[in-house]
C-alpha cells in the first residue's frame, strides 16, 4: 500500500482522501482544527456533501492530524487543497500556501525528494514561484487542479472527463498518471503540460462554460422577446455536434464559488500581459444583463398582490451555497420592487440567507 499525504482536508480534500483511500492508498491528511481532525478520526463528522459520512465511517486507511512534520513525512507525494479565496481586486488569494511553504522551509531540507501538488486554484505564474521557494528543500512543485461540482464531489473525483497535470517534473507527472489512473474509474483524457500551461487551462476551461451560459440566456432573451421559447431554439443550436447541448440551456445565469471567480480572474491574468480578455468581460457583463431582463420580464407578467415562492435560492441544487447565486439575485430584486417572497429552503440555507439580508423574505424550511 502506498502512502498519500493531503494537506487541507475541507470538504474537497477530504472527498479527495477519500477517493484515494477507496482506491487503495494509505492517506494522511492534515487540518489546522484539531476538533475536525478528531471527528474524522472518530468517525463522527457530519458533512453536507453526499457519501462522505459513510466513507468516513468505512475507511480504514485514513488518518487525520493537525501535524504537519507528521503529514509530510508520511509520503513523499504531498497534494495542497486549501483555500485560495478570490481577494476584492478579483485574483486569488494564495496566502495560505504561501503560509504552507513557510512551514515547510522551517523544516529544512527533505532528505528524499518530495512532490508538492498544488490542487487549489491559483493565478497563472504562481506555481512557479512556489517552485523557486521550495527548490532548494528538495522538492518539486506541480499544479494539479479538479474539476469537481459541490454535491457531487465523490462522483466527479471518481470520474473526470480530463485530468490537468502541470508537472514540475517528468517523474512527477509520472507519478500523477499512476495515482489517477489508478483511482479513477473511467478512462479520463490525462494532459500533461507546464505548471503555467496547467494554470491557464484551468481557469480558460471554467471561463469557456461561463461563455456558453452566457450567450445561451443572451440568444434566450432575444427568443423570448420575439414571442418565441428559447429552449427550442437553444436545443436545435446545441444539435450541432461543433456545438452540443451541455450548458446551453436557458435559465438563471451562472453563480457560485468557481464560475464567476474564475471569470475575473482570467480578465485579471490577461491585462497583466497585456492582452485583454475582451470574452470575459462580456460574459460577466451579460450575465448581469441577463438578471435585469428576467426582473423586468416578471414585473411585466406579474402582479404584486401574490406570494412568490421560492423552492430553492442556492447556486445550484442540492447545495446550502449561496455565494454569488442568481436564483438569489432574482429573489432579492423581486422582495425590493415589493413583491411578497418566500424562501422555501434547507435549514442552514435559511440561516445564511437571513445573515446577509435579515427580514427583506418570509422563510419556511423544506
Known amino acids: 500500500m502506498k502512502n498519500i499525504s493531503i494537506v487541507g482536508i475541507g470538504r474537497l480534500g477530504l472527498c479527495f482522501g477519500l477517493t484515494l483511500e477507496k482506491a487503495g492508498y494509505n492517506i494522511v491528511g492534515c487540518d489546522i482544527s484539531q476538533d475536525y481532525v478528531d471527528s474524522i478520526n472518530n468517525k463522527t463528522i457530519k458533512s453536507p456533501e453526499s457519501g462522505v459520512e459513510e466513507l468516513v465511517k468505512s475507511s480504514k486507511y485514513l488518518k487525520a492530524t493537525t501535524d504537519l512534520l507528521e503529514t509530510i513525512n508520511h509520503s513523499n507525494v504531498v497534494f495542497v487543497v486549501v483555500a485560495t479565496p478570490s481577494l476584492p481586486s478579483g485574483e486569488y488569494d494564495h496566502s495560505q500556501v504561501d503560509h504552507l511553504v513557510t512551514n515547510l522551509q522551517k523544516l529544512g531540507v527533505q532528505e528524499s525528494t518530495k512532490h508538492f501538488i498544488i490542487c487549489c486554484t491559483t493565478m497563472p505564474g504562481y506555481s512557479d514561484s512556489v517552485q523557486e521557494k521550495l527548490k532548494d528543500y528538495n522538492y518539486t512543485v506541480s499544479y ?26 517528468k517523474e512527477a507527472g509520472d507519478i500523477l498518471e499512476e495515482i489517477y489512473v489508478k483511482h479513477t474509474q473511467n478512462n479520463p483524457n490525462i494532459c500533461r503540460m507546464s505548471r503555467t500551461e496547467a494554470e491557464i487551462c484551468k481557469i480558460s476551461l471554467n471561463c469557456f462554460v461561463t461563455t456558453k451560459i452566457s450567450f445561451a440566456n443572451m440568444i434566450g432573451d432575444m427568443v423570448v422577446r420575439s414571442g418565441g421559447d428559447p429552449n427550442v431554439v437553444l436545443s436545435a443550436i446545441g444539435s450541432d455536434s461543433r456545438i452540443g447541448n451541455k450548458y446551453l440551456r436557458y435559465g438563471y445565469g451562472y453563480g457560485g464559488p468557481c464560475f464567476p471567480r474564475d471569470n475575473r480572474a482570467l ?52 447545495t446550502t451555497i449561496i455565494e454569488e447565486s442568481q436564483q438569489l439575485a432574482f429573489a432579492v430584486e423581486l422582495a425590493r420592487l415589493g413583491y411578497d417572497v418566500k424562501i422555501k429552503e434547507h435549514p442552514e440555507t435559511i440561516k445564511k440567507v437571513k445573515e446577509k439580508y435579515y427580514n427583506l423574505f418570509t422563510y419556511e424550511e423544506g
Open 144 to 169: 494539479n487542479p479538479e474539476f469537481i461540482a459541490q454535491g457531487t464531489i465523490l462522483r466527479d473525483q471518481a470520474s473526470p472527463d480530463m485530468v490537468l497535470i502541470g508537472e514540475g517534473s
Open 267 to 318: 480578465a485579471i491574468y490577461a491585462n497583466k500581459i497585456n492582452l485583454p480578455a475582451d470574452i470575459s468581460i462580456a460574459t460577466d457583463n451579460i450575465n448581469n444583463k441577463h438578471l435585469d431582463f428576467q426582473v423586468a420580464e416578471f414585473e411585466k407578467n406579474n402582479d404584486k398582490h401574490k406570494e412568490i415562492v421560492f423552492n430553492t435560492v442556492t447556486y445550484k441544487p442540492n
